[in-house]
């Protein structure tokens, strides 16, 4: 994408309504606008980020056996009085009359409508195990919007939840997405530690719950984990598997709600303390839906009983800002290469020296053809405007051409992460950048 | 995917309320389910089918030099005060009050809010052209939605919107879209004819508009073209460029509305008659929202102009249905390769067989290693069931597995499009399949 006809409305100025880094960050890097209170659009750059973690979300998910639906965001409310939930929520969910004075709403969450679509079609143990998941927008009127895209009014989600004939089965169907959980995070550069939830009065003391949270200096709560968390990897994470999962459930974690400084399982010197972002929830909640809505199947022995299920959520329009607030310094955004809206930028120096421009039209035509995404700043604009606009939207590499390089053979790569930079011959470039 | 774990709920009855084939069908396929009037879920095997169809639309977007951003579904009635819009849309805009009391929507269409995009950082000619879409949920509070997702309430619709500095700049913008759109549904199998529309008084005489109609005999309108489209092959028309885009602008097609039997410019004995779904429209409508919103640039003598729009419309959604309607028998759907959920259905004709379970299992792991998208019929069912299924779902490619032809070395493959069904070693039938 050459930069000189992408739309990429970057700011000089922050913008006083920001807070928090990421809602800054996202702001001046032409990410998104917003267009109400708390809802945004997602210009070409964050819409790009944001299919980049979709898709990493959609693989994991694929991969522990979820199937992917698609469930409208307006809901009729008829179900919501089935479950008894319509009353109970309050002011954050959106209320709609249609046309013909139908009560509607705007999903909040998707528990009743799942719970619905399975009792339509489902009605034996041996449809079991079921996992459906969708990715879908949603929208909570909170009463006060704030940090951008963290806490925004629209916001897409992830939701799966697991359908099981006994409480048994729905553990596994649990652990099996809490290791899908450690996976993706960690695909996404990101440490998320779990933590014991409190389940509540939902699901009963023997349900399972935790919430991920993603260790950043900004971060919304603080949170207390056992420092044996910083000896798991990111690459210990993202290959995680029941054993992992076992082992990070055993460690301490808790978030401010949770924890007693003064009753601990573990000695004080042991505890790491920080801030944490929840991005991701999972939890059991029995029969909690199933029994009000009918949502029942028979059993091997002939009986009919309520089908056990869990619920499984991941913030992924707020995981965006939950990336930048963990991956960034005082000059701009530094992507985790996996959600980088492009892999490289190619920043030449001096676009009315004929050498400088074919060395850089070149060089990006090959990379394009060879499949890298890459941004190319062919702008008429001077060196200093265009290293501070690839540090703002942080792009890994940066490679940078000038004509003092070109007639010496040679270019610059730079990390966005930091490092020396290095020269190297164009050829060379392409090897450490394809591939 | 394994059929015996796929969430794939068919019918064997026809659902009353469906009076079309591709409502009848979708539902009987277990592709969508009602979830209130007018409003689906996307089951997977629906969620399939609708994916590559989006991927298609973006894929050509894309290359057609337009940039992909996202809206958001709910908007401020604000800007639709500022376009003079608020008051004159209907009762099909869905009207939504929030907490605060402050008037919100649910988009209908994205005018205002890109119009906002654009002013808010676009001042200077020197960014023009641009071409912003996006692919999205829309509302409309229809009075009697019907016929399934061809006339819903929440849809899926792809709308890009080009911003030029003069009419001719933008007479070329929508050429190109116009190309796009000639690409686009050839890819996805269809005949599309585009039709001159009225522009009716938004963008003046001089406006360009077309309605591009599927020829299906289920088709809700009647249409009327050259029989010279007839000559133009699919393979033409996914290939499509300028040229022939001026080719097919000077040929004659109308709707309806647009028909006029007394009076036409062609000899009628060249004009064909069939029926119409209309899936894109794609008009100009030059300075309408700009001019009262202020969206405007520099030109490079320094004046103030509002910038010239155009709008490209799809219904994604819709179009699921419209490709239905486009290609079914009686038993089924039958889908063109490009958009099929799987290509290939693997049917085994006796799971309880262990020489033809072997066979089947091997296939099934070397396509899906292969990156083949397959379906495997493993279900403990009677052939007849298995046959049914796989011919109404529409796989484009049946292998049929039994016990008899395992012993002689051969499956049988069928191509639900028709022809003679061949027998071949497993080996050749993969390398049919693959690549």
Chains 1, 2 share one sequence.
């Not at 606008?33 to 994991?60: D, T």
């Not at 009127?141 to 004939?165: H, N, T, W």
């Not at 959600?339 to 030449?348: E, G, L, S, T």
């Amino acid at each position: 994408m050459r930069l000189s006809s992408y739309f990429l409305p970057t700011l000089k100025e922050t913008p006083n309504e920001a807070k928090i880094a990421s809602h800054r960050l996202m702001l001046r890097a032409g990410m998104i606008k917003q267009s109400a209170v708390g809802i945004y659009s997602w210009l070409p750059l964050g819409h790009r980020v944001l299919q980049k973690i979709i898709q990493i979300v959609r693989e994991e998910q694929n991969k522990a056996g979820a199937q992917e639906l698609l469930m409208p965001t307006i809901q009729s409310a008829e179900l919501w009085h089935e479950s008894g939930r319509y009353d109970d929520y309050g002011k954050e969910m959106l209320r709609i009359t249609d046309r013909h004075k139908r009560e509607l709403l705007y999903g909040p969450t998707n528990e009743e409508l799942i719970t619905d679509i399975f009792r339509s079609s489902v009605r034996s143990y041996r449809d079991l195990p079921l996992n459906l998941y969708h990715i879908q927008w949603k929208f909570r009127d909170e009463i006060r919007p704030r940090f951008g895209v963290m806490r925004g009014r629209e916001f897409l989600m992830k939701d799966a939840y697991s359908f099981d004939l006994t409480k048994e089965d729905s553990d596994k169907a649990y652990q099996n997405m809490f290791v899908a959980y450690l996976r993706t995070f960690a695909r996404m550069g990101l440490r998320a530690i779990p933590m014991r939830a409190d389940p509540g009065a939902i699901g009963g003391n023997q349900s399972l719950s935790h919430e991920f949270h993603v260790l950043a200096e900004t971060g919304e709560s603080d949170v207390f984990y056992d420092k044996a968390f910083d000896s798991v990897s990111l690459e210990d994470m993202a290959n995680a598997d029941l054993e992992m999962a076992n082992k990070l459930q055993s460690l301490y974690a808790a978030a401010e709600e949770e924890h007693d400084p003064d009753n601990m399982p573990i000695d004080s010197d042991d505890v790491q303390s920080g801030k944490g972002i929840e991005v991701g929830h999972i939890f059991q909640f029995g029969t909690k839906y199933s029994e009000p809505m009918g949502a029942t199947v028979t059993t091997p022995d002939g009986d009919q009983v309520p089908v056990e299920m869990g619920s499984y959520g991941i913030g992924v329009s707020r995981l965006v800002g939950a990336i930048i607030e963990a991956n960034h310094d005082d000059k701009g955004i530094i992507w985790p290469e996996s959600v980088a809206p492009f892999k490289v930028v190619i920043i030449n120096m001096r676009t009315n020296d004929e050498g400088c421009t074919g060395v850089c039209d070149d060089l990006y035509a090959q990379l394009d053809d060879a499949g890298v995404e890459v941004l190319y700043d062919d702008r008429d604009e001077r060196a200093g405007v265009k290293f501070a606009d690839a540090e703002l939207i942080g792009i890994p590499w940066q490679v940078v051409i000038g004509p003092r390089g070109v007639k010496e053979g040679i270019v610059e790569l730079r990390s966005r992460s930091g490092g020396e930079p290095e020269n190297l011959a164009p050829a060379d470039l392409l090897s450490r950048l394809i591939g």
